[in-house]
């Protein structure tokens, strides 16, 4: 099974065709999109993306599926309550939001073909303060404000760790504190908490 990962689309169409069409080209059928996807339905503009992105996903003859986990910039906690209910549930466990996209919980766990996964997401804003100052004066796109569930909670990460079964790969918005990328702008004291708990 191949797989393309993707990172922080943010609600852009022109590039989610861009992603669709690399994949219908390298013959890949499952798109993971690992957080800052653009989920904004609590606006106009967001619902109109993802029904303007299923609609490209509808018309493509390879049947392509999203798979998205959410990231700091993403509306979690309504989405976890407008689909809280077994009609929207998949067998694996993530969840249905449009006939092509799905959503992968804070700590799913599933497997595809012999590989384990675990989904992560979620990470801490950079930028909340000028995304509470946008709120604040009521200016700028709603999308833009900031999210109180944005990052993993010590509750949420202990629930997690209750279940102990082994995985090969966990897919997360943000990074393991120890881990050492080459382009890195999560150094500040306010983002380690979150690594942390990925690091366990």
Not at 104 to 122: E, H, M, Q, S, V
Not at 140 to 167: A, C
């Amino acid at each position: 099974m191949k797989i393309l990962i993707a990172g922080d689309t943010h609600g852009n169409l022109a590039h989610w065709r861009y992603l669709i069409n690399t994949a219908h080209e390298a013959r890949i059928r499952t798109i993971v999109q690992v957080g800052d996807f653009g989920y904004w339905e609590h606006m106009p503009e967001g619902v109109q993306f993802l029904d303007r992105l299923e609609r490209t996903l509808a018309l493509d003859p390879d049947g392509i599926q999203i798979h998205f986990l959410d990231g700091n910039h993403d509306k979690t906690s309504l989405l976890i309550d407008k689909y809280d209910a077994e009609q929207y549930l998949n067998p694996d466990g993530s969840i249905k939001i449009r006939s092509h996209i799905n959503y992968l919980p804070r700590g799913l766990r599933w497997t595809w073909g012999d590989t384990r996964f675990i989904a992560l997401g979620g990470a801490y804003s950079l930028d909340k303060e000028w995304r509470l100052q946008l709120e604040k004066r009521g200016s700028g796109k709603p999308e833009r404000y900031w999210f109180p569930e944005e990052e993993m909670t010590d509750v949420d990460m202990g629930q997690i760790l209750l279940d102990s079964t082994p995985v090969d790969v966990m897919l997360a918005h943000d990074k393991p504190r120890a881990s050492n990328p080459m382009w890195n702008r999560k150094t500040d004291a306010l983002c380690l908490p979150n690594q942390d708990r990925l690091q366990l």
